[in-house]
């Protein structure tokens, strides 16, 4: 893989989408300009008030919001007031020349403005327009108004983590957004799959607390099955084992901390094994630890004393090594396991470089080139991004 | 002959998947395609189980059982298992005709699987020029770390989430299960509906290499700006925001009952003093956003004395009602329960010839004209050899009896 431009077009290049969205609907339109989309941005007069949002990036020529900036690099930007009979005109004339409308207002407002799914619809029939909204456009929460933190509580996330003896918490970045953005982007492209065999474009209905139960993965299923409410337990995997033992899984090292659990199954097995050698390579591995028959050892149904035990000499070798050796070890016994990164062990992280995942671009709100993550849609080994794109820039 | 293939409607209708692998990155993806009408047709083996179906809890009963994991059967609903062992050479030899005649391959085995075992993308192209190939692992198919195999709660910590996730004064908490690969679930399926495109528009095929780290980091993109421009490292802040004051979990009336409350501004905050009535929430240094986040450890306190007796249901509705931002912290069954995903349909129930009848969760969207369904619950392992080996590839009944007093259906 060659440099990052690439005359390659990315996948839905010559398809438009006019995006209205706030903070909700952000990354909805970046995902669409990420595969081709030319998006075009529309902003209220005074601009969008997300990009007032903090965290802000300072800069040169001013401040910006650093989520504002991430979700909405390369889209075009278009000032355009729908509160004037003027603007929603011009918004209508627009509305003909694109693919896709995105949008994240409350649920009958657009309609209330005249420029609703009925009046588009029937203007335009093949055009598909992405609604997203905190509980969709229907329904007895419609309309009611929530941030992350209540998206998050509401969608089953914020439940399952935190301490047991504190408050349950949600994750300090919004994530909320992200999975509704994201989602939206599949029931988008599926709308757009229908509309190339029919010709008929769809209202495709957005509901950012829904968006948060793939998060959920398989928990919400303990409450079915069983009638169990899983509960949050801090650094320790609960779920795995039929005698409720929780698996430690965050451990203190000397520079941070580092994952890793005692699993079962052959990669399992390999891995608990490698961490036993590697101990007792540094003289830290006591005999109980190493007279376990991993190949008999159940992670399914160990019971909590004999877990506790084990992860105490674990926990005491850890401590010793940094989160490097712990990668290196890893790769090299083959350990079920990773460090705790924070954002400066992702920028310098080796992997995202050698695999140009980061692209740089002009911010004129700061008045600097910015460093962001931009090619995850890497086709036949051409990697595609915003930075490369036919909009580019922002 | 009868062929016991379900009925499938929607707009992807006309798509074809075969799915290799286990887990979720991978069939999670096809769950979104299956879910809308593809035909998804999932290679198992008796030999290698999904670890979707055997590791992971809740199994119906609490009783573990290949047929008993919900971890399994909510990533496969509406789909087809066809059993074949691909250590074998006729078994490869039936999942190359599968491939032959399908729009999309999805696999998430280790990088150069597929290719070892003559099914990887290149080799397919020769007999389906249309074919698309998405291959989602941990860090991709190149790379120093390519070949690092590793689960997806150890990859959300690699991606930033874990360090931002708990209280300031303690050690990281972990999120549930596997949380990133729902994220390169999302990114998976944009990714094959834009490479379907590319092949309406090109007549050729096309291979995806996705790495779940780094769509991951896509929702880790601010803090990740933020160290850019000013090496800033954003650190967990418990519940709190740098946005709204007070932000946080306050507990109510009962066992773990919590409601989540935020205020956004100066004018929010008076509709929500108000409501309280008491005489700390009147006091009018309170309202300037700068005197409450000087004071939020305070108000946290205060605020927790006032919900502690109250039902979470009617704090809810009351503190909605006022206009103030608040929503309960719904437990597992509460989401089953909730008004909204009800209505919705969010969660549907399907049966299952083991697990009887059970929840599984459909699409977070709605198209209007074509909502994705929750047609049948997840296939036994093999359920449709015969259908398909008998039904869509044509083999005589004679034939697939042979194939059974081999290992190639095991």
Redesign the interface.
């Given at each position: 893989?060659a440099g990052s431009v690439e005359q390659t077009p990315?996948?839905?290049s010559g398809l438009r989408a006019l995006d209205l969205t706030g903070e909700l609907g952000w990354?909805l339109g970046r995902?669409l300009a990420?595969?081709?989309v030319e998006v075009q941005k529309i902003d209220p007069p005074g601009g969008d008030p997300g990009r007032n949002?903090?965290?802000v990036?300072?800069?040169p020529n001013g401040s910006v919001?650093?989520?504002w900036?991430?979700?909405n690099m390369g889209k075009s930007r278009l000032d355009l007031d729908l509160g004037t009979v003027e603007g929603r005109e011009r918004f209508l004339e627009l509305a003909g020349e694109v693919d896709f409308i995105l949008e994240s207002e409350e649920p009958g407002v657009l309609d209330d403005l005249g420029i609703g799914?009925s009046i588009l619809h029937e203007r335009y029939p093949s055009l598909i327009l992405t609604s997203v909204t905190p509980?969709?456009q229907?329904?007895?929460?419609?309309g009611?108004?929530?941030?992350?933190?209540?998206?998050?509580?509401?969608?089953?996330?914020?439940?399952?983590?935190?301490?047991a003896d504190?408050?349950?918490?949600?994750?300090?970045?919004p994530?909320s957004i992200?999975?509704a953005g994201?989602?939206?982007?599949?029931?988008t492209?599926?709308?757009?799959?229908?509309r190339?065999?029919t010709g008929?474009g769809?209202?495709?209905?957005?509901?950012a607390?829904?968006?948060?139960?793939?998060?959920?993965?398989?928990?919400?299923?303990?409450?079915?099955?069983?009638?169990?409410?899983?509960?949050?337990?801090?650094?320790?995997?609960v779920?795995?084992?039929?005698n409720g033992a929780a698996m430690r899984?965050?451990w203190?090292c000397r520079d941070g901390?580092v994952?890793?659990?005692i699993?079962?199954?052959a990669?399992g097995r390999q891995s608990n094994r490698g961490m036993v050698e590697w101990m007792d390579d540094n003289g830290m591995a006591p005999e109980s630890l190493k007279s376990v028959d991993w190949s008999t050892f159940d992670?399914?149904t160990v019971t909590l004393a004999e877990v506790s035990e084990m992860e105490a000499a674990i926990a005491a070798f850890l401590e010793t090594v940094s989160k490097a050796e712990f990668l290196e070890q890893a790769?090299a016994r083959?350990l079920?396991?990773?460090?705790?990164?924070?954002?400066?062990?992702?920028?310098a992280d080796?992997?995202?470089e050698?695999?140009q995942?980061w692209s740089e671009s002009f911010v004129p709100e700061?008045g600097?080139t910015?460093?962001?993550?931009d090619?995850?849609?890497?086709?036949?080994?051409i990697r595609h991004g915003v930075a490369s794109s036919a909009s580019g820039g922002m | 002959m009868t062929v016991d293939l379900p009925e499938r409607n929607g707009p992807l209708a006309e798509i074809h998947v075969v799915e290799f692998g286990g887990y979720g990155a991978g069939p999670a993806v096809g769950k979104s395609l299956a879910e809308h009408g593809a035909e998804v047709i999932r290679i198992e083996s008796m030999l290698r189980l999904d670890g979707f179906r055997t590791n992971y809890p809740p199994y119906t009963g609490n009783i573990p059982g290949v047929e008993r994991a919900a971890m399994f059967a909510i990533t496969n609903d509406n789909k087809l298992s066809v059993s074949l062992n691909l250590k074998s050479e006729k078994g490869r030899d039936l999942a190359i005709k599968l491939i032959e005649r399908a729009d999309v391959v999805v696999e998430n085995f280790t990088p150069g699987s597929m290719d070892r075992l003559g099914l990887g993308h290149d080799a397919m192209m020769s007999r389906n020029q249309k074919l698309v190939t998405l291959s989602t692992c941990n860090q991709g198919r190149t790379g120093p770390q390519a070949n690092r195999a590793g689960f997806g709660s150890h990859l959300t910590s690699l991606s930033g989430f874990t360090e931002l996730t708990g209280w300031p004064d303690r050690q990281p908490a972990l999120l549930w299960g596997p949380y990133i690969d729902y994220i390169a679930v999302a990114y998976g399926a944009v990714a094959v509906l834009a490479a379907l495109e590319q092949v309406r528009r090109t007549g050729v095929g096309c291979h995806i290499d996705l790495s779940q780290y780094e769509t991951g980091i896509q929702f880790m993109a601010p803090a990740l700006l933020r160290y850019f421009v000013s090496g800033e490292v954003t650190h967990r802040e418990g519940n709190r925001d740098p946005n709204a004051v007070p932000h946080a979990v306050f507990p109510c009336l009962g066992e773990q009952k919590w409601c989540a409350i935020s205020i956004h501004d100066d004018a929010e905050w008076l509709r929500f003093a108000n409501e309280v009535g008491e005489p700390w929430a009147k006091e009018p240094e309170l309202s300037l956003v700068s005197e409450r986040r000087a004071q939020e450890d305070r108000l946290e306190e205060l605020i927790s004395g006032w919900t502690a007796g109250q039902s979470r249901e009617s704090l809810v509705e009351r503190l909605r009602k006022a206009g103030v931002h608040a929503a309960p912290v719904n437990d597992m069954g509460d989401l089953y329960a909730d008004p909204q995903l009800r209505y919705r349909g969010t969660f549907q129930r399907v049966d299952h010839p083991v697990m009887g009848e059970h929840a599984v969760p459909g699409p977070p969207f709605i198209l209007s004209d074509t909502p994705g369904k929750v047609t049948h619950g997840a296939p036994t392992v093999g359920q449709h050899t015969e259908a398909v080996l008998c039904g869509i590839l044509g083999l005589s009944k004679a034939e697939f009896e042979e194939l059974q007093l081999s290992d190639v259906l095991k």
């Open positions: 893989m990315a996948p839905l990354l995902i990420d595969v081709g949002m903090e965290p990036l300072e800069g919001s650093a989520s900036v991430a979700y799914w509980y969709g229907d329904g007895p929460l419609a009611v108004p929530a941030s992350d933190l209540e998206l998050m509580s509401a969608g089953g996330a914020v439940w399952l983590t935190g301490d504190r408050p349950p918490v949600r994750m300090t970045l994530q992200c999975w994201s989602y939206a982007a599949v029931g492209l599926i709308a757009h799959h229908h190339q065999i008929q769809q209202h495709v209905d957005m509901s607390q829904a968006g948060l139960l793939p998060a959920l993965v398989h928990a919400p299923s303990f409450f079915d099955l069983l009638g169990e409410n899983p509960l949050r337990a801090g650094g320790y995997l779920g795995r084992n039929i899984n965050i203190p901390y994952t890793w659990a699993y079962g199954g990669a992670v399914a790769d083959r079920l396991g990773y460090v705790v990164s924070t954002a400066a062990d992702i920028a080796e992997q995202l050698a695999r995942v700061l600097q910015l460093r962001f993550p090619g995850w849609l890497k086709i036949d080994g | -």
